[in-house]
Every structure is written in C-alpha cells, then in structure tokens.
C-alpha cells in the first residue's frame, strides 16, 4: 500500500517527455473534481483516475438502460469480470480524448512543438492512466477496501498543506479579523468531520427471526438476528458521480474549445448558483440511482426465505421485499439530504467568509469514509490472521 502510494506521488510530479512543467503555470483545473480525480497538469498521472470513475458511471448507467449489458451483469462474478473488462476499455477511450485535450491546453509550454512530441505526450499520460486503473485493481485484490477510493484519498491529502497554508495567510493578512474567520472556518470544518463519521457509522437495522427446524433428535435455529443498511448505501460515490457530470462539458471543451461549452462548463461549476443546485440534484439521483444497483431487496428477501427466516409482521417473500425497499429508499433519503448538506459547505463557507476553502465538507466526506474504511479492513485482517495462527 505505502509502495503504490509513493508510486501514484511521484507520478503525479514527473513531467511528461519533452514540457516544461515552469511553463505550465495556472493553465491546468484547480476544480474539486481535478483535486478527487487527478493528478498535476502535465505528469505523467496528470489524468488519474478520472477516466475510470467516468467509465464506471456510463457503464452503471449503460447497464440499465441496455438489456444485454444487464444479463451479462447477472451472471454472477463471470458477467461481473466482463463489465469490469468492458469498464477498462471505455476508460481507456475516455482518457485518450480527455488526454487530447490536456496536450492541446499546455501545446505551447512544450519544449520542441511538433507533431511526434504531442503523440509522445498523449501516449505518456493514457499508459499512466492504465497505470493507475492497474494499482487501483492491485489495492482492492489486497484487501483494503475500494482501490480507487484510496487514490483518490491520496490525491485530496496531497493538497491538504496547500489549503491550511492558504487560510494561514488569510489570517497573517487580515489581522484579528482574519484569524477570526479562519478559526470559524476550522470550527465548521471540526463540526463537518463529526457529522461525517456519525453519517458513515450510522445503519438501520431490520430484525430477523429464524424458525426452529429438527435436525435428527435436536432442534437448531431460532436465533434472532438483523440485517444492517446503512444510512447511505452510496457513500461518497454519489458525490463524486455527480462532480464527474458536472466536470464533463469542461472536459470536452478542452478538446474541441467551443465558446458555448465554456460558457456552459461555467454555470455548471459548483460555485455558480445553477451549478451548486444542479450538484444537489445529481447527488440526490445518483445516491437512489447506486442503491438501486449495489443492493437488490428482492434477493435479500429471496435469502430470508430460503434460510427459514422472517421479519417479525411482515409475511415472507414480496411482502419483505417490499419493506426493506420502503426502509432503504427512507434511509437513502436522509443520507441523501446529509451528503448534500456536507458537500455545500466549502460553498457556503466561500460565500459567507468570501475566503476560498480548497478542502471542504466534501473533502473531509471522502477522506473520513476512505480512512475509516481502510481502518475496518485492517482491523478485519488482523482479526483473521488472529483466528488463523490460534487454529494453527
């Protein structure tokens, strides 16, 4: 894990063959999406993992909208194995366009502009890409959670210095009044965190009774247990699809540079008033939308039933199914509500404080539920190795 995260930061500062980084200046996004998806204009991981999280969001989307696409995915961990294949290959198009257009941005910091270096460069940043897509998948076989969470973790920690510098000169520069704000923001900030561990800790938890059956002269079963939904089945993965959307038009347009796309990709940034409410929105689809795909009732009904359980009132089968939908869609509801709240607090901090926060309450969301997540999973393997050596 320490080996692929010295790898991905060294990456992200290595320039491609033949730029000079010096001339690059403020050409590239400083957006929230470049901080979560990206690396520094230029490098060679200078797209990151952008390309596979807008991959995934079209193939999601892809599988439901096309049937053939939603069979294969019902195959099991096969069908599985192929959407993910079919994943890899639309991120691969997608950073070769997205590349495109950063080579086209920075054409004039590049040393010796001619054709073959610009081709260099491209090739350069796609295989970076795959690079990244193929230490993401490496992070998840070990073992510690979402691979591509904990690059993007690591891209957001990686401009934390940056963001606690710029306040420090805020305060250094206004004075009292200055220290003022920047102890009200790291307040809200303090508060923020809390609510998101609170949010990301938090499940509702439906009660399961198990019949007794007679297995030869003894009866087994009739315990009580309860199946754990958590407050937002989603997790940050909404917010961070509804950036990814958001972002699009501006990622196009550093192909093409068409007036009207920039105009576009400017109202659909989250600080513009159209662009803020739009992100909410996204956030609210794409929380409902994840749920529907990561969690099917029926199937967890289906599992109940074959396992001689019940929900205590409630008749097995479509009945249950339809209580846990109505208990999931009620809970993703909330946590929609709370995710959308978190992540405009960066916005109303700006427009309150008119102090430009570069780490907010998304931010902190996405870090706080990677760490405590890669805190879980090591914990889990401790636990196993615990049980395994005390077996031996």
Known sequence: MLLVLFIFRIGTHLPVPGLDLSKVGEMGNSSLYQMIAGGN??????????????????????TVAIPKLEQINKEGEEGRRKIN????????????LQGCGQVYTVHTAFIHQNFFVYIMALVTMVTGTIFVMWM?????????????SFLIFANILS?????????YTVGATNGAAGWVKVAAIIAVLLVVMVFVIFIQDGE?????????????RRYIGGQSSY?????????????????????????????FHIPALETVARYLSTSHPVGAVLYVILIFCFTFFYTGFAFNPVEVAENIKKSGGFVPGIRPGKPTSDYIQNVVDRISLIGACAYAFIALVPILLEKIFNINVSFGGTTLLIVTGVALE????????????HYKGFLS
Do not use: C, D, W
């Open 159 to 167: 401009g934390l210095a940056s963001g606690v510098a710029a306040l």
């Open 204 to 216: 509702r938890r439906i009660p399961v009774q198990y019949s007794k059956k007679m297995v030869g």
């Open 41 to 62: 204009y230029g490098t060679v991981f200078a797209m990151g993992i952008g390309p596979y999280i807008n991959a995934s969001i079209i193939m999601q989307l892809l």
């Open 374 to 385: 890669i805190v879980k999973q090591l914990e889990a393997q401790m636990l196993m190795r």
């Open 85 to 96: 294949q079919y994943t890899r290959v639309a991120a691969v198009i997608l950073s070769l």
């Open 227 to 255: 199946i754990p939904i958590k407050v937002n089945i989603a997790g940050v993965m909404s917010i961070i699809f509804a950036i990814s959307l958001l972002q699009f038009p501006y990622t196009i347009n550093q192909l």
């Open 136 to 148: 993401g998948e490496k992070l998840t076989e070990v073992g510690i959670g979402n691979g591509a």
